[in-house]
């Protein structure tokens, strides 16, 4: 079995190693120049984990594990485009560094790259393979409108919210399980298992960073804390803050979020008290909990042994903070 930074090698060797021979460069610098920020590379390490708890083997893997990878960056790609953002990984976005038209195009064939890349794989998994993707990438898509959607609601409800972060987050990382595992050898059966326990850490890995956000460590989680509360985003934690606060709450929390004047300390340090008083961060580490418990139902499921896992099991507990 091959250690979780033995597959990151991996993974970073071969994104450094792909050739953009193409012209006009102008279209393929801008692809570059976003996959060498680096990041993570959290889902094709997952797909190539999830194929080695099956095969040896795990090259066969390689080019739709980078596929998938150049897939999620188009996605960030676009989300920086639609949120204006200047900087992703602490450098300028695309967009910024170029120019909005140049975001669109060199997005669109990141995504057909993805598709090439995903389709060379042995032919009999062809389709399967396609089929998760294609699902995937459109629920992606839905994901992210509603989260749009939400901006301009005061009216989010949990289980809407719960969808939203499904489709936007949880199907992708799901769709890495699944796919490595098919590749890998395992049966449907298991496939499945591992897909529908990639949505529960998907889960599970956004409310984290929705908690992160608010009571992490600068440092350690890479941008300033209480950016959700300065943008009134309708997080969980501010999902179950209203399920609770008292109708003088409420009042207080609206006067705040629309008074243009109030210091973005004040702000954050007025709603961090109401989480406090409502006890949302611990429902918020109760929700994590719950959804790493069915994940790990999933996986003990699996028609493989506790030590084939272990390494698997690790890397998600690693993300979600369980080990340093």
Avoid at 19 to 48: C, D, E, F, H, W
Avoid at 216 to 244: A, E, V, W
Avoid at 248 to 273: G, Y
Wanted: hydrophobic share 35%.
């Amino acid at each position: 079995m091959y250690s979780f930074e033995q597959i990151l090698q991996i993974v970073e060797s071969h994104i450094e190693q792909i050739k953009y021979n193409r012209p006009p460069q102008s279209l393929y610098l801008p692809v570059q120049y976003i996959l060498s920020l680096g990041g993570k590379r959290i889902r094709p390490a997952l797909m190539l984990m999830s194929c080695n708890l099956y095969s040896d083997q795990v090259e066969k893997a390689l080019q739709p594990a980078i596929g998938i990878e150049i897939f999620h960056n188009f996605t960030l790609l676009h989300d920086d485009l639609m949120d204006e953002a200047d900087k992703r990984r602490n450098q300028l976005t695309v967009h910024k560094k170029w120019n909005g038209n140049t975001a669109i195009l060199s997005g669109d064939a990141m995504l057909i790259l993805a598709y090439r890349f995903i389709g060379d794989t042995q032919p009999s998994l062809l389709k399967k393979m396609l089929d998760v993707f294609t699902e995937t990438a459109l629920e992606i898509c839905e994901g992210q409108q509603y989260d749009m959607d939400f901006e301009r609601r005061r009216d989010v409800s949990e289980d809407e919210y719960l969808e939203m972060i499904r489709l936007k987050t949880a199907v992708l990382i799901a769709c890495c399980l699944k796919s490595g595992a098919l590749i890998g050898g395992a049966s449907d059966e298991d496939a499945d298992r591992l897909y529908q326990s990639g949505i529960y850490i998907g889960l599970a890995f956004q409310l984290q960073d929705d908690l992160l956000d608010t009571y992490g460590d600068p440092y350690t989680f890479g941008k300033n804390i209480g950016g959700d509360i300065l943008c009134n985003k309708k997080t969980f934690l501010h999902i179950k803050m209203m399920q609770s606060a008292s109708e003088l709450q409420k009042e207080q929390i609206f006067n705040i979020q629309t008074d243009t004047n109030c210091r973005p300390d004040e702000k954050i340090a007025t709603v961090k008290s109401i989480y406090e008083s409502l006890g949302v961060r611990k429902l918020t580490t109760d929700r994590i909990q719950h959804y790493y418990n069915r994940a790990m139902q999933e996986l003990t499921g699996l028609h493989l042994s506790a030590d084939r896992l272990q390494t698997l099991i690790g890397t998600i507990e690693l993300l979600l903070g369980r080990k340093s």
